[in-house]
């Protein structure tokens, strides 16, 4: 499908998604909080709805029906999300989210290897759950500069690259000023260091193509309810050497070969990492979502959204004491901003009772509020289903913001 097909077919597009037609406050709902997670397409909710009807059991060796059919459709999934990210079903590792997936790896990979003064390279505008996890794995985080604009002072990462580093971990997509970092620059010259790279790619699978084979990344994490699929649910790939050397992080049935009192040893890998009764309707829901993404086109998602963030930045812009917070070139659809003399908190109470749903604070990003000196941002992010209506919406709250709060 085209973006202008997406444009003329906006209404059949959000006809797929129930919670749009919801009244809030008496108003029509425009959601744009889609940063913190995106609607669920009547195709995924189907499939989940399926799944509990009629063939909801546990997976793996039991030999009754109801359990073939959930273990043929919950590694059927594996392969539809291997496919979607153009590799092997081996490399991907169910888990609850980008957060578990990179704690995965901070504690299975990285904490068994960190020596008093290792460092984690990783940038100002990181989401906390690409700080914190290193920093229980007792690495230093050391972050690279964010430009005025809120693109990547890339000199000053590369400057910080050293033989101390051990790990370098990214954001494809900054989840606050919408930023696109030059990942693929950035692995070769790491790599050129003998040094491995994770990636944060939440806030990029649903806007842009993936393709893992080609970006030649050593780890890569990502969610499910941010690309219209289920909450709680998640992705960790990573290279089949990373794997092999990293050692089970939980216990419990489906990652164990044997157990005996004296010992145990692992099942293979992505088992090795799947322990206990693991959510197969978050990975047959998720299956779903990309399948969805599919028959829309990544790549007219793309454009619809870019054509919106444009029009959405040039609204905001032209609104007299709003200041937008990331104006990176090439930048994804996240307009994050400000009104001088009002607290986004505020703000966003009073947007929400003209049925505008965006998201306030510091979404989870608070060394990257200092670096601005501001305390928190109003945050509106964009989706397939989004419109101008939406943002129309937005730029005639914000009018009643400031005539009640200035």
């Known amino acids: 499908m085209s973006s202008s097909d997406l444009r003329s077919d906006l209404a059949a597009i959000r006809a797929q998604f129930p919670i749009l037609s919801e009244s809030i406050h008496g108003k029509r709902l425009a959601y744009l909080d889609n940063a913190a997670t995106v609607q669920k397409p009547e195709a995924v909710l189907q499939k989940l709805d399926g799944y509990y009807r009629h063939s909801n059991a546990n997976v793996h060796r039991a030999v009754h029906e109801l359990a073939a059919r ?50 984690v390279l990783v940038t100002g505008m990181e989401h906390h759950s690409n700080i914190v996890p290193w920093q229980l794995a007792g690495a230093k985080t050391v972050a690279a500069p964010v430009l005025d604009d809120g693109s990547l002072d890339f000199d000053g990462w590369l400057a910080r690259l050293n033989e101390r580093t051990r790990l370098v971990a990214v954001a494809y997509v900054s989840n606050t000023l919408g930023t696109v970092n030059p990942v693929a620059k950035m692995i070769e010259a790491a790599h050129a260091r003998g040094i491995p790279v994770l990636i944060d790619g939440a806030q990029a699978i649903a806007h842009q193509r993936v393709d893992l084979a080609a970006l030649d990344a050593d780890f890569f994490a990502c969610s499910s309810h941010k690309a219209y699929g289920p909450t709680g649910f998640g992705v960790l790939w990573a290279r089949a050497e990373h794997y092999e050397a990293m050692v089970p992080w939980q216990g419990g049935g489906d990652m164990i070969r044997t157990v005996a009192f004296e010992g145990s040893t692992w099942n293979d890998v ?11 309707a978050g990975a047959i829901g998720f299956a ?8 829309v086109g990544i790549d007219a998602i793309a454009a619809q959204e870019h ?47 003209d049925g505008v749903a965006v998201r306030t604070g510091h979404h989870c990003t608070m060394p990257l509020m200092e670096r601005f000196r501001v305390p928190a941002t109003v945050r509106a992010s964009l989706a397939v289903y989004n419109g101008k209506d939406d943002l129309d919406q937005l730029a005639s709250g914000l009018g009643r913001a400031k005539r009640l709060l200035l």
């Open 70 to 119: 959930a273990t043929n459709a919950y590694e059927g999934a594996r392969d539809r999300i291997a496919q979607f990210f153009n590799t092997h079903r081996d490399q991907i590792v169910f888990t609850r989210g980008t957060s578990e997936s990179i704690n995965l790896v901070a504690r299975s990979w990285l904490q068994p290897r960190v020596q008093p003064g290792d460092e």
């Open 270 to 280: 992505p088992y090795k990492f799947e322990a206990g009764t693991p959510d197969m």
């Open 288 to 295: 779903a979502a990309l399948d969805w993404i599919d028959s």
């Open 307 to 353: 054509e919106l963030l444009l029009y959405g930045t040039e609204l905001l812009l032209s609104i007299d004491g709003v200041r937008l917070i990331g104006t990176a070139p090439g930048k994804a659809g996240i307009l994050s901003f400000v009104i001088d003399g009002a607290h986004p908190h505020d703000i966003g109470s009073i947007l929400d009772q």
